[in-house]
């Protein structure tokens, strides 16, 4: 058979089956078998709703809801479509600030959650807090409450237009991402933190996703990487990054053996266990979102992951009990030198490590000598980014608290003849700070959500996993290091220590 009879009916399909759609459209890819690119907005039904309105890091939610066999609503849909791709997902021009999502009231399954909001027309647009669609419903006569009707949503024009009234905000239908930005300043908002655990989440997927990807557990980085995770599993401010890292560390033996690095198979071994990595979810099937919110620069290369990993080792530092401040000291150094990827700045942050002469005996030494340690950094940082024009010009560096969000923590404040300023610090002031702003007010996104647990307790929330454990403050021996942990972390130990047991003899 020649070539010309093999691709004949495919010439003839194209000069006939598409000759009518003009040239340039989005028809031909579809009839070449290009489908439509997926809805923006979220399908919910009564199985989801609550799960992802109650999870959902967003400001606000609007719930269409509608009818499949509508006209009106099928005709609609264009128009919401429009907005929510504004504002849906990681592609989104302002991602993690609005979810859009919609309800099929036809469907059997949703008629109970559509009574609970009183859906009386089709389609119906409200607009509110994700929780309180999660934990309530609706009602048009009932007074104050936070979820509210939109009543003049019909077009695309119309829906952005009510949403930029409610919010004080200029959002267009032409935004491209990191344009027109409408971000809170961190240092005039101190409830910002907040919703700054979502990027911590983020940031701890992100950086065993990079140590995964660049294959950087060896022989000789296996034993940081696990003191580390202790770490996590004890203090993690997120429940599902302390649960995601128990899960990890219970298998690690068998991803990464010991007893396999001396020997030429170490490359295989950690092809392996990158592999199997795949499997596991450090902080839930929700991470990686995508994006970043309390961490959000006003340009893509700014913020972002550092910021988040920042966050993610104050807030550890401000959560340990006193004895265990050194060795956490020692696993976080020790980490940011194995597995932060870029060269310099660990280069730079682990000069600071070797400096200190003494060990931390409390909580409050170590606490301050990270928040001092950052600001030498953003120092630095500043210098260079001025002189160089690449910081963010939204959150350019400073000394941190700044003042407005803690008067207290500065005796005195002075300007040097270099511009750059001098600050008398009351270090107990800053500690007392440090404490609330990344110990008590960043889990309070959970809190506003409902997440704590079964009953709204705090405790299942905050000391979930473990408490206040020794289990990093202990030699650094996978096995060994966990079954020395405290009694609030001895059911994960009795459990691994029973697992590399049992390898033991199956090896020998």
């Not at 200190?356 to 030498?376: E, M, R």
């Amino acid at each position: 058979m020649s070539p010309f009879s093999i691709f004949l009916p495919f010439l003839l399909y194209l000069s006939f089956g598409v000759s009518s759609v003009p040239i340039g459209s989005r028809s031909i890819l579809r009839a070449l078998g290009d489908p439509d690119p997926p809805d923006a907005a979220i399908d919910l039904n009564t199985t989801s709703f609550d799960e992802v309105l109650r999870d959902s890091p967003a400001s606000f939610a609007i719930v269409e809801y509608f009818a499949h066999w509508c006209p009106a609503c099928r005709n609609y849909k264009p128009q919401y479509e429009k907005v929510a791709r504004i504002f849906n997902g990681a592609d989104a021009a302002h991602p993690g600030i609005i979810i859009m999502a919609r309800v099929d009231c036809a469907l059997k399954i949703n008629i109970k959650l559509c009574d609970r909001f009183s859906v009386g027309h089709y389609p119906m647009l409200l607009w509110g807090p994700p929780a309180k669609f999660a934990s309530g419903g609706w009602e048009p006569k009932k007074e104050k409450s936070e979820i509210l009707a939109i009543d003049d949503g019909r077009t695309s024009e119309r829906l952005l237009e009510w949403i930029n009234k409610k919010m004080g905000s200029s959002y267009s239908l032409d935004d491209e991402k990191y344009e027109n930005e409408n971000l809170p300043l961190n240092a005039s908002d101190p409830g910002q933190i907040a919703r700054a655990l979502y990027d911590v989440e983020e940031a701890t997927w992100s950086a065993f996703d990079i140590i995964f990807e660049h294959k950087m557990i060896k022989s000789e980085t296996r034993d940081p990487l696990i003191r580390f995770l202790q770490l996590l599993v004890a203090h993690h401010p997120s429940r599902r990054c302390r649960k995601g890292s128990a899960e990890i560390l219970l298998n690690f033996d068998d991803l990464w053996p010991s007893d396999l690095w001396p020997v030429n198979i170490e490359k295989n071994a950690t092809y392996h266990g990158n592999d199997a990595f795949k499997g596991f979810q450090i902080c839930g099937k929700e991470i990686p979102r995508g994006y970043w919110i309390f961490c959000r620069g006003s340009k893509n290369e700014t913020r972002g992951y550092s910021c988040g990993l920042w966050v993610l080792l104050h807030s550890l530092s401000v959560r340990l009990e006193d004895g265990e401040s050194h060795i956490a000291f020692t696993a976080i150094c020790d980490f940011i030198h194995n597995f932060f990827i870029c060269q310099e700045c660990r280069r730079h942050f682990y000069e600071m490590c070797s400096t200190v002469s003494y060990p931390f005996n409390k909580t409050s030494q170590f606490a301050l000598w990270l928040w001092d340690t950052h600001n030498k950094v953003n120092e630095r940082l500043k210098k260079e980014e001025e002189s160089l024009g690449t910081g963010d010009p939204k959150f350019p560096k400073m000394l941190w608290p700044p003042k407005q969000l803690c008067p207290s923590c500065y005796r005195s404040l002075k300007k040097k003849s270099d511009g750059t300023s001098q600050v008398e610090w009351n270090l107990d002031a800053v500690f007392k700070f440090l404490v609330g702003y990344y110990g008590n007010m960043l889990v309070s996104s959970y809190k506003d959500n409902g997440l704590l647990g079964v009953g709204g307790n705090e405790r299942s929330l905050v000391d979930d996993m473990a408490t206040s454990t020794s289990a990093v403050a202990v030699p650094v021996g996978a096995a060994l290091g966990i079954a020395l942990a405290s009694c609030a972390f001895g059911a994960l130990a009795c459990v691994w220590r029973s697992q590399q047991k049992n390898r033991k003899r199956r090896r020998n």
